[in-house]
């Protein structure tokens, strides 16, 4: 059975830094492609970053990129997103997800852990 926990929100102001990790069990990051997606009130599910399995090619949103980097520690078989700059409209639910296929669109994957919250006050 796969479970994705993440970990490391919380409440910071702008400009702070954080960082998220997601750690995995049933399932080994290094063969499975990672992003990163978050939800904030009253939006939709929107893709952070992702870290392929082939190659370890890595993608951003455009409105992380600069800020944000995913990256992987397949010792510890744990994702991490580590973010900088942080703003307001940071704020939001972050979730991991693994999937073999994955990419940019939240359908692509097959797990998801169950979230952290990341509150960017101004």
């Known amino acids: 059975q796969v479970h994705l926990v993440e970990s490391g929100g919380g409440l910071v102001q702008a400009g702070d830094s954080l960082r998220l990790s997601c750690a995995a069990s049933g399932l080994s990051v290094s063969r499975y492609t990672m992003g990163w997606f978050r939800r904030a009130p009253g939006k939709e599910r929107e893709f952070v970053a992702v870290?392929?399995?082939?190659?370890?090619?890595?993608d951003y949103a455009d409105s992380v990129k600069g800020r944000f980097t995913i990256s992987r520690e397949n010792a510890k078989n744990t994702v991490y997103l580590e973010m900088s700059s942080l703003q307001p409209e940071d704020t939001a639910v972050y979730s991991c997800?693994?999937?073999?296929?994955?990419?940019?669109?939240?359908?692509?994957?097959?797990?998801w852990g169950q979230g952290t919250q990341v509150t960017v006050s101004s």
């Open positions: 870290i392929r399995w082939s190659g370890s090619t890595t």
């Open positions: 997800a693994g999937g073999l296929g994955g990419g940019r669109y939240d359908y692509t994957y097959d797990y």
